[in-house]
């Protein structure tokens, strides 16, 4: 079992968790995920590993509650375990030798990419790090991308806090500048990293995206988390989840994560009625 030992709210809907599981800790890279249950009876589901503590020896997770699966995990409190707790899966991303970035979060895909920043700063490497939200109250982790960062830029989308408008204005900002960087690294939702890699390709910026579909082993087995990447299909779990942006069918991605909509509201849906019945 797997031990809770820390559960912190980052926002309303954004849950950190530090979980207690040495070898994982002990083996996890940047961008790097688990696949975890809550209970012997629950769905599996990805998380992508926010930092590992090796003298805790403790993963922390970072979720948003929105679906069945992590309004489960929500409800645990500190002390309490999950069934399992499995990884790292997936390939860590591809750091080394790089000197100047922009890594680009959206969203709870910031809690992803804060780990890739923390580790370019620690090799040295010059960081300029975006992150949009749609408003103020969901901002997460600000104070830990200011640290890594020999830049850093906010953006919401109805300017209550930051900047006004989306992550993709100050970077075509800088392009248009004629700055450059080694990687541009964006992750976040699909439409935000369409947008990216709209806006980079423009100006033949490499840029590399995380992609995170539905999964459900992990090995590339179930071929649940297929995409479509320079003609070709790949498996974001052993292919990725890192990939070159310019070259990921976005639309199929965006229209494939929509099919399951109605299944996880419904899922959602239920678990909360579950969850009334017994508080009552």
């Keep these: 079992m797997y031990t809770i030992m820390r559960k912190e709210s980052l926002n309303p809907t954004v849950t950190r968790m530090e979980i207690l599981a040495p070898l994982v800790a002990k083996k996890a890279r940047p961008g790097q995920f688990i696949i975890l249950r809550v209970d012997a009876d629950g769905e599996r589901i990805p998380l992508t590993v926010a930092g590992c503590d090796l003298e805790k020896g403790t993963v922390s997770i970072i979720f948003q509650i929105v679906g069945a699966t992590t309004l ?111 990687e541009v690294i964006a992750i976040g939702p699909l439409i935000m990293m369409k947008f990216v890699c709209l806006t980079t390709k423009e100006y033949g910026q490499k840029t590399v995206v995380s992609m995170n579909p539905i999964m459900i082993d992990g090995t590339g087995m179930c071929g649940g988390c297929r995409l479509t990447v320079g003609g070709e299909t790949k498996f974001a779990c052993v292919d990725g989840p890192d990939f070159d942006g310019h070259l990921v069918d976005f639309d199929e991605a965006m229209s494939r994560s929509r099919s399951y909509a109605p299944f996880e509201r419904h899922a959602y849906e239920e678990a909360c009625n579950l969850f009334k019945k017994e508080v009552r």
């Design 72 to 182: 489960k995990l929500n409800q645990k409190s500190e002390g309490d375990s999950l069934a399992d707790f499995v990884g790292p899966l997936g390939t860590p991303t591809e750091v080394e030798g790089l000197k100047k970035v922009c890594v680009i979060g959206g969203g709870v895909g910031s809690a992803i990419a804060l780990p890739v920043a923390q580790e370019l700063h620690r090799l040295g490497a010059e960081v300029t790090a975006i992150a949009g939200f749609r408003n103020k109250d969901l901002v997460i982790l600000e104070d830990e991308f200011k640290a890594c960062s020999s830049r850093f830029m906010m953006m919401t989308d109805d300017g209550s806090y930051g900047e006004k408008g989306n992550v993709t204005a100050p970077l075509k900002e800088m392009l248009e500048k004629g700055e450059r960087f080694d």
